[in-house]
């Protein structure tokens, strides 16, 4: 994964540099990444980040202790889809 971060440098300073929402569509590899460079995760971690591929969405919220995640269904069965809206 060292090159993968290595890679994503630029789009992480982008990212940390924005003041609005933003959505970011990538690959279960890259997305571990990111996540794990706002979580503060070490890199020997990076791997075993738990990312779900196909249609979920990972919400991270910055607080005043750092970054929160929260995993969101987009098409659970039973509930409303956040398509929908």
Do not use: K, W
């Not at 890199?43 to 779900?52: R, V």
């Not at 919400?59 to 005043?64: A, D, F, K, M, S």
Request: hydrophobic fraction near 45%.
């Amino acid at each position: 994964y060292m090159d993968l971060v290595t890679n994503c440098r630029e789009v992480v300073l982008a990212l940390e540099r924005m003041r609005t929402d933003v959505a970011v569509v990538c690959d279960v590899a890259v997305a571990r990444v990111l996540l794990g460079y706002f979580t503060g995760t070490p890199i020997e971690q990076i791997p075993e980040i738990a990312i779900s591929p196909g249609l979920g969405l990972v919400e991270l919220v910055r607080g005043h202790s750092g970054f929160s995640i929260e995993h969101h269904d987009i098409f659970d069965v039973g509930r409303p889809s956040l398509l929908a809206s």
